[in-house]
């Protein structure tokens, strides 16, 4: 399964931006149902979970994303995607897509359930 994230963009306080994740090899398994999600990482921190998706539908959202980011899922365009607005300096990191083969309600939200990853899309916010 091949990764590869864009968007990532500097925004000031308060901006927006969208997040894309086109995955590619994972059509041809005979697993049907996948979850994937968004992660990210900043300078001295460990990688924090963001939100995830299940192929069937559930999302799951860490702490931070909660009434900001929302995450969805294209299965046509096999494009994932994370909307986030009032963006903060905090949000500040590489913002990671992972996926893994098989479904799960909800969705996890741990990297390790995760086995394949994208380079990562810099998102920077200033105040």
């Known amino acids: 399964v091949h990764l590869v994230e864009s968007g990532g963009d500097s925004v000031q306080t308060g901006g927006s931006l969208r997040l894309s994740c086109v995955a590619s090899g994972h059509t041809s398994s005979r697993y049907t149902n996948y979850c994937m999600g968004w992660f990210r990482q900043a300078p001295g921190k460990e990688r924090e979970a963001v939100a995830s998706?299940?192929?069937?539908?559930?999302?799951s959202y860490g702490d931070a994303a909660k009434g900001r980011f929302t995450i969805s899922l294209d299965k046509a365009k096999n494009t994932l995607y994370l909307e986030m607005n009032s963006l903060k300096p905090e949000d500040t990191a590489m913002y990671y897509c992972?996926?893994?083969?098989?479904?799960?309600?909800?969705?996890?939200?741990?990297?390790?359930?995760?086995?394949?990853w994208g380079q990562g899309t810099q998102v920077s916010v200033s105040s």
């Open positions: 998706v299940d192929s069937n539908g559930p999302t």
């Open positions: 992972a996926f893994r083969f098989g479904g799960w309600k909800p969705p996890p939200l741990t990297d390790d359930e995760y086995g394949y």
